[in-house]
């Protein structure tokens, strides 16, 4: 165990403040979404499956072995989604916290399978570049895994094909920014797609509708 | 007699649905009771909803405004909770008479393959579109979400809402992608059956159920 009692109470108080803050900023719904922080080269700790973050407390967090994610302790059944929070750990050295949510902008291109464009210097810097959507799989499946490694290469997000997205950062805070740009960018990618596709110079919720209806109403 | 915990619940999920937006007119709440079940008056909006609105009616009630719910809560034993809402997305769907596909994961999972906006506002075509799923949309008007719990008749709401989000800018920035029928289906399943057994059983007690 390379890191202290001190440093683990502090992170395991980290995830559960993640959880909640996922919450409170509207970028998860139920029990969907997870967290994970890095312990050291070869452990992080993680949200457990199925409970809601408002029960979770930071001692329910377990630790799970980098390498070998069926290792784990300390805690309540980790989730079935940390092969991947994993697999960026070991393939990223400089990441030290992910999320994995289902914010309702970034679902919209998750869902359409369409990479986001850069937006703004601040998605660029955060990003690294556009948004690339991983291949589809089913929750917990290597193709799943595989396909979101792929699509964070050279990235700190990327979309989860019809499930969702995955944001890595140096810290909590900064996979926080991520995630919170990522959704901006979505909504004003969602934004200016409506105004060229009806012709119209200022964007509402009113004309995207009456689009919808007219197109596929019946 | 309504208990203070359901009234507790029902007032905490009111005002959740209003801070989301999903509130407009004619919205119900509605959570299984020991003799029946509790409801908002049928002229009580939630954004002003008060303790001495909820009501509290038998399952065999001959109340029209109220058929739907007592025949949904008679027909199935395992939903405790049903919400009417309208959240603006998922009003466009249902002005449209169309039928969110399975476009997200969580959505097959806790909504169901599919979400259809039934053919009319009558009892019958309301249960019948609520067969094997969680929520059906109402032509013209809103969505009806069910759960185990009031946690989770609101987090359906929650996930059709951002459901309609991607069905309807889907078909602007080119259209959705949707998730094949047999995986839609173990998703469901095994979200049904397994993942999320435990939590509402922990949220049940939570209730007070």
Partial sequence: MAWTKEEELRLRKVIKDSGVNLLKENLVQGTWGNTAVRLDEDHMLVTPTGLDYVALQPEDMPVVQISDTSVWSNGKKPTSERKIHAAIMSDRPEINATIHSHPVWCSVLASARIELPVMSDEMQKLVGGPA?????????????????????????????????????????????????????????????????ITGQLEYSDELLFDYFVSKYGK | MIDNKTKEVVMQYAAKIVAEGMNGKGDRIAMRTKDGFCVNDASAALDTLKEEDLIELPLDTDDKDFA???????????????????APFVCA???????????????????????????????????????????????????????RTMDEAYTCALVLDKASHAYVCGSVIGGNKIINCIEAKLMNFIYQKKYSKVNQENISKREGE
């Fill in chain 2, 93 to 147: 769907v249902a002005r449209a008479k169309a039928t969110i596909p399975a476009v997200l994961d969580d959505m097959t999972q806790i909504v169901g393959l599919n979400c259809k906006t039934c053919k009319s506002a009558t009892t019958d075509d309301l249960v019948k579109g609520l067969r094997k799923r969680n929520s059906v949309l109402v032509p013209g008007g809103g969505a009806l979400t069910v759960g």
């Fill in chain 2, 68 to 86: 739907v719910i007592a025949k949904l809560f008679s027909k199935r034993p395992e939903i405790h909770a049903l919400l009417y809402t309208h």
């Fill in chain 1, 132 to 196: 690339r959507v991983g291949a589809y799989g089913l929750p917990g499946t290597k193709t799943l895994k595989e396909g979101t490694v792929a699509a964070m290469k050279g990235r700190n997000a990327c979309f989860m094909a019809n499930h969702g997205v995955f944001c890595a950062g140096r810290d909590m805070d900064e996979a926080f920014e991520i995630i919170r740009v990522m959704e901006k960018s979505c909504r004003e990618y969602i934004k200016q797609c409506t105004l060229k």
